[in-house]
């Protein structure tokens, strides 16, 4: 067969061949096509597909046309073709099973283009300029796996488009300008769907139970659209990666993921949340990551987070938390937690419970918060942290011993705080001095006081910072009292500094 004309229902070539010979030619072709109706009418799920034996021939006409054919693989392609309607011209053997019309300028495509192709295994549109699929083009694809209209202009589809693809496994809308979805568009597809992509529509609403009862289906992507609602997930047994980022989306409703208990993958960021519905990751024992970035999040509570005994990654950055409660992170005695990302909120100080059962932890992002302490015991729960953000904060100090169970500690940022160069700091300082390789980034630099603004914390040494004067510009106390400190470098004993 060769593609269609938009008016017409099938073009031969001539070839220059006699006008009996072409009389023939079409009659045993039409024959042939009508067979192919007879036999596509009789099947029935139950039973094997009959079709047609290929024509060995239709191999070498298809390369005499525009298109380039592999027979090897009965593969069609007419990527970049700069094609703005299929080449009547074309022979498209019956048994080709992949064609790539990628990379065009087609605009619309008849309703017979892919009649007769029930070898068809993979379909390829991306990135043309398609704006309407007629409701039964995909009819005779009973055996496509694959198809992808990956960036047209789609804006609506036919609840009848997919009725006969029954093996349809991998399905790609993404980047159309599609606004709703059929509450029966996907049926079809329950038992066979493990890979639908809508990323990049105008999608507002997903109708109740649309996305419902898929026994396959094991990643569903409806990021960047203008979602607000969703529908509660039903029968969703195989579901392991679930992204709905870049949407408008405000509430979840708690029993949103009760039916999906493979999911492994989360991504809700860049919504609109400002709260985690109480429930709404009930179950979910084997989620492994989670993304709540970019939203309006203003407090998290301790049991939210208590079902994901196998989460790896977490992130909470740029929200406006203000504190962590205690053991907000762990959900048995033993986490599993290895990344957390906390960076740009509003968090003012970080208790040592906070962090409390996180042994696993290995990376922990603080930066760009509004940090003013942090208690000594802090990182006691967390031996296997590799990578400290705390760059961007309100610091004047680090308490005493804080970085001390870090011994498997690689990088660590600290600049951008105003740090107060007294008798206070000089555990840093010492600390930076011993693990130089582990600074990245830009070096810590005093603020303060006077003339040791802008001094390297580092460079700071004990005479500088505790000898008293600085402090008593600016009235402030040294952590370690200056007569103390005298009296231990002279060697004087506390009786005497005392009676003095």
Request: proline residues 7%.
């Amino acid at each position: 067969m060769n593609f269609p004309k938009t008016n017409v229902s099938l073009v031969f070539r001539s070839n220059g061949r006699s006008k009996s010979f072409q009389k023939r030619r079409i009659k045993g072709e039409f024959l042939y096509l009508r067979v192919t109706v007879w036999i596509l009418r009789t099947h029935t799920p139950e039973a094997p597909r009959m079709l047609l034996p290929p024509d060995p021939r239709e191999w070498t006409r298809c390369t005499e046309g525009p298109c380039r054919c592999r027979p090897e693989t009965r593969t069609l392609s007419c990527w970049r073709q700069g094609l703005e309607e299929l080449p009547p011209t074309q022979t498209v053997p019956a048994d080709t099973k992949i064609i790539d019309l990628g990379a065009n300028h087609l605009t619309t495509l008849h309703r017979n283009s892919f009649r007769g192709l029930g070898h068809l295994t993979e379909l390829d549109l991306f990135d043309n300029r398609i704006d309407y699929l007629p409701p039964n083009i995909f009819e005779s694809l009973e055996s496509v796996v694959h198809i992808r209209v990956h960036r047209n202009n789609l804006q609506e589809l036919s609840e009848k488009i997919f009725l006969h693809q029954l093996n349809l496994a991998s399905l790609d809308l993404s980047s159309n300008s599609i606004r709703t979805i059929g509450p029966k568009l996907f049926h079809p597809l329950r038992r066979s769907l493990v890979f639908l992509s809508l990323v990049r529509n105008r999608i507002q609403e997903i109708p109740e139970d649309a996305l419902s009862g898929f026994e396959k289906l094991e990643e569903i992507d409806i990021s960047w659209n203008s979602l607000s609602l969703l529908p509660i997930l039903r029968g969703l047994p195989s579901l392991r990666r679930l992204r709905l980022h870049r949407n408008r989306l405000k509430e979840l409703p708690s029993g949103l993921l009760k039916e999906v208990p493979s999911l492994e993958v989360l991504t809700l960021r860049a919504n609109r949340l400002t709260r985690i519905t109480p429930g709404l990751f009930e179950g979910l024992t084997k989620l492994r990551y989670l993304e709540l970035s970019s939203n309006w999040i203003t407090s998290i509570d301790a049991s939210e987070f208590a079902d994901l005994v196998s989460l790896k990654e977490l992130h909470l950055s740029q929200n406006f938390l203000e504190s962590l409660p205690s053991n907000a992170f762990t959900p048995t005695s033993y986490s599993s937690l290895e990344r957390l990302f906390l960076f740009s909120n509003n968090l003012e100080a970080l208790e040592p419970s906070a962090l409390h059962g996180l042994y696993n932890l290995s990376t922990i992002m603080l930066n760009n918060n509004l940090l003013r302490s942090i208690g000594s015991s802090t990182f006691e729960s967390t031996p296997n942290l590799r990578k400290l953000q705390l760059d961007s904060n309100k610091f004047h100090f680090l308490p005493q011993r804080l970085l001390d169970p870090l011994t498997k500690l690689v990088s660590i940022k600290l600049a951008k705080n105003p740090w107060h160069c007294d008798c206070s700091i000089l555990y840093l300082a010492t600390w930076l001095r011993e693990n130089k390789r582990k600074v990245w980034d830009s070096p810590a630099t005093c603020r303060g006081p006077g003339d040791l603004g802008g001094q390297r914390v580092e460079d700071m040494t004990f005479d500088d910072l505790c000898e008293g004067q600085w402090a008593s510009l600016v009235s402030l106390q040294p952590r370690v009292p200056v007569s103390s400190i005298n009296a231990l470098k002279h060697g004087i004993p506390d009786e005497e500094v005392k009676e003095n």
